[in-house]
């Protein structure tokens, strides 16, 4: 099969905890374009956090950035195709967060919205933002929500807490929201029926590219539909088991370059 489309996350796929793209893979992805193949990077972060990794790769195509809620042009940061929760509905969740004392943020318009910057919560989180961020930090956070059209609201926290919340999260927002554990330490909440799965088909369709002619390799539970959706869909061998039980086949970590492998295998024709 000649793939013409590769969808790529960013973390523990493209990225390990050093926030870096090794060599190896920029040069498979370069040789890739090289030869005519449109790459993607379907992430859950903002547009500009995920915009210093397109030029470090050179995509020059559509990224898909809030796990599916919105596509960005790599080059102008244009927008298009956003879906948002309705801000009372986001409101809520933030509240839901606010009332087991969770460190929250909510995303809009570019923008991370934030009830208190004192928390330790928030240093980690900014360790993976060497970019910089858009913070707004006010104690009136869900008043301020229900006034906004947010692409996701999140909150923060050791693993065991969202173990510890996870379920409750998905009983409470069933139906109206969608409930991630898009990493070991967030879990997000998006709007229902959106995922990189359904962004990905918008932008393949909007590319002319059929679905059997798409790659797409991720490691997270935020993968799942985008792997599952695609002609050819990869998991990291770092990746969750859940994710590589569903995949098309387990290639290897993002420590040993795994998404170059796999373009030189799938789409180069190298073994």
Not at 41 to 51: E, H, L, M, P, V
Not at 100 to 119: H, M, N, P, S
Not at 126 to 150: N, Y
Not at 240 to 258: F, K, N, W
């Amino acid at each position: 099969m000649m793939y013409k489309l590769i969808a790529l996350d960013l973390d523990g796929t493209l990225l390990d905890e050093r926030m870096a793209i090794q060599p190896p893979v920029r040069a498979a992805v370069a040789a890739a374009q090289a030869q005519g193949v449109a790459v993607t990077i379907a992430t859950g972060r903002t547009f500009r956090a995920t915009r210093p990794y397109a030029e470090a790769l050179g995509v020059h195509d559509p990224v898909i950035c809030y796990q599916g809620g919105a596509i960005f042009d790599s080059q102008t940061g244009v927008m298009s195709d956003p879906v948002t929760i309705p801000g009372t509905l986001a409101a809520e969740g933030a509240q839901a967060m606010l009332d087991l004392g969770l460190f929250c943020l909510v995303y809009a318009d570019e923008r991370l919205y934030i009830a208190d910057d004192t928390r330790p919560e928030l240093e980690y989180y900014l360790a993976f933002h060497p970019e910089g961020v858009d913070l707004v930090v006010t104690p009136d956070l869900v008043e301020i929500t229900k006034t906004l059209s947010p692409l996701k609201v999140q909150f923060t926290a050791e693993p065991g807490v969202i173990d510890r919340h996870l379920a409750s999260f998905q009983a409470r927002f069933n139906g109206r929201m969608e409930v991630l554990r898009a990493h070991d330490h967030y879990l997000e909440l998006t709007p229902l029926g959106v995922s990189k799965g359904t962004a990905l088909a918008k932008l393949a369709a909007h590319m002319g590219v059929p679905q059997a002619q798409v790659m797409a390799i991720g490691d997270h539970f935020n993968d799942l539909e985008m792997i599952e959706w695609a002609g050819l869909g990869l998991a990291m061998a770092n990746g969750a088991p859940e994710v590589q039980a569903r995949a098309d086949a387990i290639i290897p970590s993002v420590y040993d370059h795994g998404v170059a492998w796999a373009i030189e295998r799938y789409v180069l024709g190298q073994e």
